[in-house]
């Protein structure tokens, strides 16, 4: 009962249509502001602290290198235990509130040092702590916002961050070469005080991350991805394209990175300028950067991707040409300016990001897929293992990870590489096979459901399409059927008890599964069928697996749907429960799935059961509106959000039915149309579903599950339906604990048998 009501909080939190938090946005933004002024400082001007002591530009790059090598061990380590740490003040805080001032004292006494001993000693030091809590801070940028506001509050991190550069150059050309020591004094004592003032001010616990993270451990299906699996898994794909990009963000940001090393130590010495000026020699550089990154990042929309990273590294490696041609003040100055305003590693970090974004699976753990171009940026990993989810990067990123199946086949999904794809908000369709029709089933990606055509060389869009049942001559020439299957064949493992997921012929991004009962071998009458619909949390084996027992006893074959999450909106769980969702019709998607299913199975499908929890009780509770002259009997479990039979418009009503769904409600066939409501009498989550609200009009029908299934069961009375409600005394918001009663239900409205 727990875990359902664990899933339950889960989802619909998941969905919300959330805000940003401003105010955690800032607070972050200025944390990352603080830490990465210190860094930048401490690339300016640690090295004209070695420089006093050594004339050796290889050693000062070599001791400028040692923090990258802590960064690659540290980073990592420290993420992935800060993604399991559980205090009270959080799982980040705790690194930042303890590592900040220490790191900080060492920084302070740089300057103090008179040694090449101590000072090396005093740098790693420093370079030791800080990068155990560097990605623990930039973590704090995803946690703290939902889902559907994380690009946002990583922009406003990004400018923070960009602005440091520019911080970084005043107090070198304001404050070095009057007084050092208080020049390092300055961005340290920030630090901390900004550190403290985030930790007093953020409670990490209530954050949205943080709640995912504890929603997701108390779910055992849950996969949980390493470091190392990652790793291995894209080292062992085919496509070495992430590879490839891997070692090009590794050698632009290698070439920044000791470019930074050795700029104030060059000024100084050829260029014959103090310590404060040669250090605002970046002064102009974070100037360009800010002013070109916007600029940049429209018109790669506009041009591609890869088309602008090209264009930049050709510029950058001119930009540093330019910038050490001539031993110049100026022309260093316009030199570095060309070469930090084309440097846009994020471009290159765009082009690897599309080609993972398809295969995202697990967020507790937020960091070992979007990190990785981070570990070969100067030998570290900025972001490590704390800071974007756990992602698993599939063996082939260029195609969609759809289920196994028989026949159907879908084309590459070319994330981002094509010019012939669709642009800005289109996605390239997937071409699904299925006897000698090819039928373009709709977009991938984000955006609505469009056709495609293939035309000449490219693709040309013919409007929105919908999923239509899948015609049965067409699907017989390709699904291997039981009819006349020999007993001997191997066939009969997968296609008798718990089958494999089946994906849709009409539409692959689908899939069902099966459980056929132990009698259908020796049966020979059709077998009832129950369609059982999955919840929010896509249950789908849990789901199947609670009506095996009731399926061997009646003999029943059982089809459970999967209608994945994040389906024309990435973010999405909801979709299916609407029937129609950006232009896909689940509805009649499920009906393609049974017409599959009576061709490889000796199913009575044309009337069916449908049971549903849930949000599985709100797909039925619509589904049967739409289609009651295909349904034996429906019951509808403790649905969050019920459509009442009124004047409201859909989802709230049926008002609109006629030109959503270009049909008209049978009220005819409705009345003859057995139904349950059942419900349980503790299902009295008040709070929950005013929180997930979306509408005024959601609360008409009550407050609670217990109250909108009781006034659903009673606006169908009103039609003269034969409906019960059932209130299950003892039960919350539990589909096991009404479960039996929904059998019973089911058991009264199966055919005789013979």
């Not at 989810?389 to 990870?401: E, F, K, Q, V, Y």
């Not at 999967?562 to 909106?569: A, R, S, T, V």
């Not at 479990?637 to 959503?660: F, K, M, N, Q």
Request: net charge positive; glycine share 8%; proline share 5%.
């Amino acid at each position: 009962m727990s875990g359902k009501k664990s899933e339950s909080r889960n989802d619909h939190t998941l969905s919300v249509k959330s805000k940003l938090n401003v105010r955690a946005a800032l607070l972050v933004a200025l944390a990352v502001f603080a830490q990465e002024c210190v860094w930048n400082f401490y690339d300016i001007q640690v090295p004209a602290s070695i420089a006093q002591y050594t004339t050796s530009a290889a050693l000062i790059g070599l001791l400028m290198g040692l923090d990258n090598v802590l960064g690659i061990v540290l980073r990592p380590v420290i993420g992935h235990l800060s993604d399991r740490t559980r205090t009270r003040w959080g799982r980040r805080v705790p690194y930042l509130i303890v590592g900040a001032p220490i790191a900080a004292v060492f920084f302070i006494l740089i300057p103090y040092m008179t040694t090449l001993a101590t000072l090396i000693a005093c740098v790693l030091t420093f370079s030791f702590i800080a990068n155990c809590f560097k990605n623990v801070t930039e973590a704090l940028i995803p946690d703290s916002q939902p889902a559907n506001k994380r690009s946002t509050a990583n922009a406003i991190a990004k400018v923070a961050a960009s602005l440091t550069i520019i911080v970084g150059s005043l107090i070198s050309m304001l404050v070095v070469d009057d007084n050092l020591k208080l020049a390092f004094a300055i961005p340290a004592v920030l630090m901390v005080v900004v550190f403290l003032i985030v930790a007093l001010t953020i409670k990490e616990t209530s954050l949205p991350g943080y709640k995912r993270v504890l929603a997701e451990e108390k779910d055992p299906t849950k996969t949980k991805w390493t470091f190392r699996a990652v790793i291995s898994d894209m080292v062992r794909a085919r496509d070495r394209s992430r590879l490839i990009m891997l070692l090009a963000i590794f050698a632009i940001a290698g070439t920044w990175a000791a470019m930074r090393s050795q700029m104030t130590p060059y000024a100084m010495t050829v260029l014959g300028v103090t310590r404060g000026r040669a250090g605002m020699l970046t002064l102009p550089s974070g100037v360009a950067f800010i002013i070109v990154a916007i600029p940049i990042a429209l018109y790669s929309d506009r041009l591609g991707r890869r088309l602008v990273t090209r264009i930049g590294l050709v510029v950058f490696v001119l930009g540093c040409l330019v910038a050490f041609a001539v031993p110049s003040f100026l022309v260093t100055i316009v030199g570095v300016s060309i070469c930090r305003g084309e440097h846009r590693r994020d471009r290159l970090c765009g082009l690897f990001h599309q080609r993972r974004r398809h295969h995202v699976e697990s967020r507790s753990q937020r960091g070992c897929g979007r990190g990785l171009h981070r570990l070969v940026r100067c030998g570290r990993l900025d972001r490590g293992l704390a800071g974007t989810g756990c992602h698993r990067i599939a063996g082939r990123s260029d195609r969609l990870a759809l289920p196994d199946g028989l026949g159907g086949r879908a084309v590459r999904h070319r994330a981002g590489f094509d010019d012939d794809r669709p642009q800005r908000g289109e996605s390239e369709p997937v071409r699904v096979r299925v006897g000698r029709r090819s039928v373009v089933s709709g977009a991938v990606g984000g955006g609505p459901a469009c056709g495609w055509r293939r035309r000449g060389g490219g693709w040309s869009r013919r409007g929105s399409l919908v999923a239509r049942p899948v015609q049965e001559d067409i699907v017989e020439t390709r699904l291997l059927s039981t009819r006349g299957l020999p007993d001997d064949h191997p066939a009969w493992g997968f296609l008798t008890g718990r089958t494999p997921f089946f994906v849709a012929q009409a539409d692959p991004r689908f899939c069902y599964a099966m459980y056929i009962p132990d009698g259908y071998r020796t049966a020979s009458a059709p077998l009832p069928l129950l369609v059982a619909t999955h919840g929010t949390g896509r249950r789908v084996e849990r789901t199947r697996d609670s009506f095996v027992e009731w399926a061997d006893e009646h003999g029943v074959a059982v089809l459970t749907p999967l209608f994945p999450g994040g389906i024309g909106d990435p973010n999405d769980l909801h979709n299916y429960k609407l029937i129609d969702f950006n232009g896909i019709r689940f509805d009649l998607i499920l009906l393609s799935m049974v017409a599959e299913a009576r061709q490889r199975w000796n199913l009575a499908g044309e009337r069916f059961l449908l049971a549903g929890f849930s949000g599985g009780g709100q797909f039925t509770h619509r589904f049967s509106y739409l289609h009651p002259d295909r349904l034996r009997a429906v019951s509808v479990g403790a649905p969050g959000r019920v459509t009442l039979p009124d004047a409201e418009p859909w989802p709230y009503g049926i008002a609109d039915v006629a030109d959503r769904f270009g049909c008209h409600i049978d009220f005819d066939q409705l009345r003859r149309l057995p139904v349950q409501v059942v419900v349980g009498a503790d299902d009295s989550a008040a709070a929950l579903l005013a929180a997930v609200a979306t509408d005024e009009r959601e609360r008409r029908a009550g407050a609670t599950r217990l109250e909108r299934a009781s006034r659903l069961a009673a606006e169908l009375r009103t039609l003269a339906m034969p409906v019960e409600l059932e209130i299950v005394p003892g039960v919350a918001h539990d589909a096991a604990g009404v479960n039996p009663a929904v059998t019973e239900f089911l058991t009264r409205q199966l055919p005789p048998r013979d």
